[in-house]
């Protein structure tokens, strides 16, 4: 590959940034060429093997040896990756290789590299009018701003005020909890109490019932069985003393003598 002197002119003029200096003697060093070189028409250069491009060629000429840094400041300069289409379809590389091309990174015109710019947001190109704001628009921003930091510091407050009071809260809610469960406590021996009363009440009824009862039973089966009938017998008395001997009794009736 011809090669062309001429990073000299490139650096001695101011106008063009240190990083498309360092890339055009990079890409003019024939040393490199197995790793990066000209195109055949010389209007693209080629990156070969990025692994070893990165190791062994960065370190020198750049402070890292990022492959994905390198791409994305030549991204910033407006270079792009060129990919080859053929009908209709795109071309795998049977290499690890890739092109990169820019309109004014060419071999042989050096002097086309400070027409090269960073892609950067330039403000000399604002117009001063956009730029310009009035008194009062100034005093009303102002204002907003105040007026938003003294929202914010009243929240702010409100927000303090109301953690106090949830904590608060909560240590009122425990205190509660607390309470709560020793009442439960005292009802729960309460009711123990008052079951245990009514069953030894019950039992107490049930042991004053018995001997009566067993009297009444008693009473029952010691009256023999003829008593009643004895008594129910004996009410003729009459009859039964009459027939007794000197147990004098009404006075017959004698027939009239004629």
């Known amino acids: 590959m011809e090669h062309h002197s001429g990073g000299s002119g490139a650096a001695a003029n101011s106008n063009v940034p240190a990083f498309l200096t360092k890339l055009w003697t990079l890409v003019e060093d024939p040393e490199t060429d197995p790793l990066i070189c000209w195109s055949p028409n010389g209007n693209s250069f080629y990156v070969f093997d990025q692994g070893r491009f990165s190791k062994e060629v960065l370190p020198k000429y750049f402070k890292h ?35 990169f091309q820019h309109p004014y990174f060419v071999r042989g015109q050096e002097q086309l590299l400070e027409n090269i710019k960073r892609k950067v947001t330039n403000v000399s190109n604002i117009k001063l009018d956009d730029m310009k704001l009035s008194t009062d628009e100034i005093s009303k921003v102002l204002n907003d701003v105040q007026h938003m930091k003294g929202r914010q510091e009243s929240m702010d407050s409100k927000i303090t005020a109301m953690k106090h009071e949830n904590e608060a809260l909560w240590r009122e809610v425990a205190s509660l909890r607390q309470k709560h469960s020793q009442q439960q406590k005292v009802v729960n021996k309460l009711i123990q109490f008052l079951v245990t009363l009514v069953q030894s009440n019950r039992v107490m009824g049930m042991k004053r019932k018995m001997p009566l009862m067993l009297n009444d039973s008693s009473a029952a089966h010691s009256m023999p069985k003829y008593s009643r009938q004895f008594s129910l017998e004996s009410s003729p008395a009459i009859s039964v003393r009459a027939a007794r001997p000197g147990v004098a009794g009404p006075n017959p009736k004698k027939p009239r003598s004629h």
Do not use: C
């Open 65 to 99: 040896n990022n492959m994905a840094s390198f791409v994305r400041q030549l991204n910033m300069y407006g270079f792009r990756k060129v990919v080859h289409i053929e009908q209709g379809g795109l071309v795998k590389p049977e290499k690890d290789e890739t092109e």
